[in-house]
């Protein structure tokens, strides 16, 4: 049976006092709204309606980036509100629909599944979860059959009602064109004056349709509604991600300070040691180490390559077999081959560095010249000397040596040795004349 959902965005996020739109901040480097796309799409949802406001040009890019469609809630008037502005969108649709908050990062496949399966039992369902801290949750009252009685928003909620600890998770699933009907009807007499989706279940009551409560677990559904919140849910995200990987095989000595991107790869027997953090696209192949205060990002590293410490990958790094990145050692879009060694205080831009090649200290490759960035190509073998300046466009052929302190302007031929730095100079006992001299002019003028 096919399968849509409507994600709510269209809210101002207040509580994040921010000029970016609430679902648009970040949990490991994506969107709110991305998570919950991820997830839903997992579960095999095929069609997406993100619902904005009109002001929302931002997330409405985004979304149909991820292959949604949009919809425009023109007035803020409330959850219930602003799923029923997707009717249209959604009109040529039936089947199951799944009405879910866009502020919910950590929401799996799994947990989407569960609201429908339960709803396929009852007609309609909703999520819930026992909360630690209720906090402004909106606060779940069961009926004696376990189905729901009703949803009561913490603004509206009395006292014995507060003190419940059952939350709604705000996740939905219904049969779409049912809850259309339920939608517009629904009414704004309460504490905020809102639409609430929170009253469809009474509504769906009214025809003979009961709502089933799947529970779930709270960090699956907590929602990001203050900077705390969203700091809280990076928490939950990295806890979640460190636990996988360690199940997964990856050894890290101190989970706790390894942070990772929601799109990393880490496979088997890779060692991660303490403070390393990965920025988005990183794949690091088995059998590799990552040292300590080590930050890759849209980097590969291969199977038997030992990173850092204090080494930066960047975008378009790919770390050859058995290489050695070294400490103060950036790459940028550079092909590091099987076996080189580049261990101290360098920079590697637009480069590709041959197999078995060994970068000495300080090696610069000057690939930028205010206007575009050209290319260096070091042979497999090479052997650049410390501290040498490579001006690109340049080629330097295997097993080539550079001398150290060398600025390398030409292409260096295979095997050749290429040295170009000022000629040593000596003048035996000009340093103890020098200072003979400065001592008895001082002499002189002290007196
Ligand atoms: C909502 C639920 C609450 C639940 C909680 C779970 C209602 C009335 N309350 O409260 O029961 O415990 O989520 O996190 O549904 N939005 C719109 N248009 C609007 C208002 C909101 O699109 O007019 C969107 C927001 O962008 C957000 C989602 O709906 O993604 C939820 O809105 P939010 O203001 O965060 O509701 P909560 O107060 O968290
Ligand atoms: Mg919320």
Same mark, same amino acid.
């Given at each position: 049976m096919?399968? *849509? *959902?409507?994600?709510?965005a269209a809210g101002q996020g207040t509580r994040m006092k921010s000029a970016l739109p609430k679902v648009l901040h970040k949990v490991a480097g994506l969107p709110l709204l991305g998570h919950v $796309? *991820? *997830?839903?799409?997992g579960a095999g949802v095929d069609r997406i309606v993100v619902v904005t406001s009109a002001a929302g040009e931002a997330v409405r890019t985004y979304a149909k980036g991820l292959g949604a469609q949009c919809a425009i809630q023109q007035e803020q008037l409330g959850t219930g509100h602003a799923a029923a502005s997707a009717r249209d969108v959604l009109a040529d649709f039936s089947g199951s629909l799944l009405i879910v908050n866009g502020d919910m990062p950590l929401v799996t496949s799994e947990t989407i599944l569960e609201c429908l399966k339960s709803q396929s039992r009852t007609g309609l369902a909703l999520l819930a979860f026992e909360a630690e801290d209720p906090g402004a949750y909106g606060r779940v009252l069961l009926r004696p059959d376990g189905h729901l009685n009703r949803i009561v928003e913490f603004k509206d909620a009395v006292g014995s009602e507060r003190a419940v600890t059952l939350c709604n998770a705000g996740c939905y699933a219904a049969d779409s064109q049912k809850f259309f009907r339920w939608a517009a009807a629904l009414n704004n007499n309460n504490a905020q004056k809102e639409y609430y989706l929170t009253d469809v279940p009474h509504l769906a009551r009214i025809d003979g349709i009961a709502c089933a409560v799947a529970l779930t677990d709270e960090v699956s559904v907590l929602g990001v509604n203050s900077r705390a919140e969203l700091a809280h849910a990076e928490d939950k995200f990295q806890d979640r991600a460190r636990a996988r990987l360690l199940?997964? !095989?990856v050894t890290m000595t101190a989970p706790q300070t390894v942070f990772f991107s929601h799109d990393t790869v $880490?496979?088997?027997? /890779?060692?991660?040691?303490?403070? /390393?953090?990965?920025?988005? !696209?990183v794949t690091v192949k088995s059998g590799a180490r990552l040292r300590s205060h080590s930050h890759l990002e849209g980097a590969t590293v291969a199977g038997g390559a030992i990173i850092g410490p204090f080494a930066r990958l960047r975008p378009g790094a790919q770390i050859g077999e058995d290489a050695h990145i070294g400490n103060f050692v950036e790459v940028k879009n550079t092909v590091i081959e099987k076996g080189a060694k580049a261990n101290h205080l360098t920079y590697l831009g637009d480069a590709r560095v041959g197999e078995g090649a060994n970068i000495g200290a300080g090696t610069i490759t000057c690939n930028?010249?205010?206007?575009?960035?050209?290319?260096t190509d070091i042979g497999a073998g090479a052997f650049i000397g410390s501290d040498t300046a490579l001006v690109a466009p340049v080629t330097i052929g295997d097993g080539a040596i550079t001398g150290a302190g060398s600025v390398i302007t030409k292409d260096v031929a295979a095997d050749a040795l290429a040295v170009a730095r000022g000629k040593q100079i000596e003048i035996p006992g000009w340093a103890k004349a020098f200072r003979e001299r400065q001592k008895a002019k001082k002499q002189a003028e002290s007196k």
């Open positions: 096919s399968k *849509a *959902a409507i994600i709510l $796309v *991820a *997830a839903l799409k199940k997964d !095989g $880490v496979e088997n027997d /890779v060692e991660i040691e303490p403070f /390393v953090v990965f920025g988005p !696209g930028y010249d205010g206007f575009t960035k050209a290319k």
